[in-house]
């Protein structure tokens, strides 16, 4: 009974600090909200620009993510995902991925596919594109 009193009460309000956030929320101007928008549009559509022009890959293009899902020409993204991290370097950097079968239901989606998250400044994000460029064309090789 405990447990369930405790799922009852979540439900009939939020943390405190979830109403604090909430309120300052309705009081910040719809012009931050649309600034952030049209930044991330941006965002969005430079990476899957630079993420179209790299041969082999496939990405897809959210309406509503600060993310995408990229298919790569490999078979095992979760083998890619580590050997970015461990072995590869360009100009001694790397880049992160998270593979993608991971926000799949159905086993075996998502395989060959990684989530890149747009939350870098531009400049940024077409230097990760292009790492990721160059590390593709050494694990294939």
Known sequence: IKTALKFAQARLSPPTYAQIASEAA???PQSYFDDVKEEYVGRRNLLIEELEKIEGIKVGRPQGAFYCIAELPITDADDFAQWLL????????TVMVAPAAGFYASEGHGKNQIRIAYVLDK???KR????LKEALKSYIA
């Open 26 to 28: 309705l009081e910040t």
């Open 86 to 93: 461990e072995d590869f370097r360009l100009n001694n950097e």
């Open 123 to 125: 400049d940024n994000l």
């Open 128 to 131: 990760a594109v292009h790492i």
